[in-house]
């Protein structure tokens, strides 16, 4: 288990880079007009925090035990490339994909093209205008996919926001055709049960499918209550995408209670979120399983039949879980890391307070037991960045990806505003940090929403999408994960784990 120091134990000024932006000014790359093509997480926070605890973020910049607001610092063994500020989509930026020299970044306001042919300096080739949170991204060939998990007055990317009482209320997911980078063009709309608050491909040679998580989120939405303990599952025909259609909701959590089955929550579970549907599934086509985060559970999936998911593990952590929120797979399928999402990526809980074992990753070993040899998710350890953050940073396990290196288990992975992690997790007992990066707080005295949402390993760089800073490109440097450099893909997904040392793709 990592060790938890206490934020004034050690001095983290490693290699220190300013964050000016007149430093990057070489590096930015002025994107072209918005296309604006036809037929949500909250950390957005900015709230005033104590005296006391604003006078604690000052000492602690004082001491050096923190950053300053904006100063940027890192390991010395990772270096940062280029960042590129958010343009003319002015939202929250979240989820990142990739295929071939581009990178597909999602942002509350729609999406942006990026081609990282030159990973020093990135450039917007395109900005789509549509907005609709999380706008959670996928791409598959020329098929791009974006959720939306907020009730729009329809299923334009002209639509707007209104209350989730109108009839007329929209949210599902968005289909476009990408196959001209630099004009993107919205193909079909599917609508779906509570929304698309993130959603995860499980591709084949004709088809698509679609798994899409949501869940039923308070009284406030009236057509979406509990009982909702399924998925959608969506067909997208990659010769027809325009006759993409939800083909399936199979239960996940069945039960005969008015809330269905799954963690029941408090007051059984003080603290724990109530189950009803899930949050994050991550597919492992070529094993034939998926691991899903579903609030309150943990599970393991059988996806033989794409349309016919079957749970065939389940499991929960009542003293030490508040929310399930993503799941990743090693490459040897042998182990799987959730996350808890506590605070739901809006409060400072990288901090002595909080402890070790809340807000962190868990890691699960897969043991096949008895004469069918059915994988068991069994409890090994939990991994948390020691890099203490100000009580004015949002800071929490969130999404990351493998880093390729044959016979270890190594990932990166965003903590907001606690930066992005490198951590090796070969000894589910022992994980620890092997790099990082990072940014001081937005504020020294308010708690304001940002940091990297997502922290991904791409054909030998690493890209985080930070919410309130830009597109950033960052590059390891490290014996341990240099392997990892040889291993090209055409494409990536990280909710769609590939086979990374499958040279048949």
Partial sequence: MTLFNTPRSRRRRLTVAAAAVGMLASLLTAGPAMAVPGPGDTPEVSERVSKSEAADTKEAISAGDIPGVDEIVHSENIKHLANIPKDALSGTNSD???????????????FRVFDISNPKKPKTVSQVLCPGS???????GDLLFLSTDSSRSDDS????????????????????????????RY??????????????????????????SSYSPSAAFPDCQPPHDGISIIKVPRK????????DFPVLFPGDG???????????????SKTTGCHDITALPHKDLAAGACMGDGILLD????????????????????????????QKADKVVFTDELGG???????????PKRGADGIYDLVRKGKDKTPELVFRSYFKIDRHQADTENCVAHNGSIIPVKGRDIMVQAWYQGGLSVWDFTESTKPREIAYFERGPLSEDTLVGGGSWSAYYYNGFIYSNDMAKGFDVLKLDDRRTDPAKKVKLDELNVQTQPDYFDRSR
């Fill in 134 to 140: 999380q706008n959670d991204i996928s791409v598959s």
């Fill in 303 to 330: 996806i033989k039949n794409p349309e016919k998911p079957k749970v065939v593990d389940r499991v929960q952590d009542n003293e030490n879980f508040a929310f399930w929120h993503s799941a990743t797979f090693n």
């Fill in 240 to 247: 027809a995408p325009h006759q993409a259609a939800v083909v």
């Fill in 157 to 184: 990317c002209a639509s707007t926001s209104q209350p989730a009482t109108e009839k007329s209320s929209w949210e599902g997911m968005k289909v476009f055709d990408i196959s001209d980078k630099r004009k993107p």
């Fill in 96 to 110: 990142l994909a990739f295929q071939g020299k581009y990178a597909f970044a999602g942002n509350y306001d729609g």
């Fill in 258 to 272: 008015p809330d269905g089955g799954g963690n029941p929550g408090a007051p059984a579970n003080p603290g724990v």
């Fill in 345 to 355: 990526g809006g409060a400072a809980t990288c901090n002595a307070e909080t402890g």
């Fill in 187 to 212: 193909v079909a709309a599917v609508e779906t049960a509570c929304g698309s608050h993130t959603h995860t491909l499980v591709p084949e040679r004709k088809n698509v499918y679609v798994y899409v």
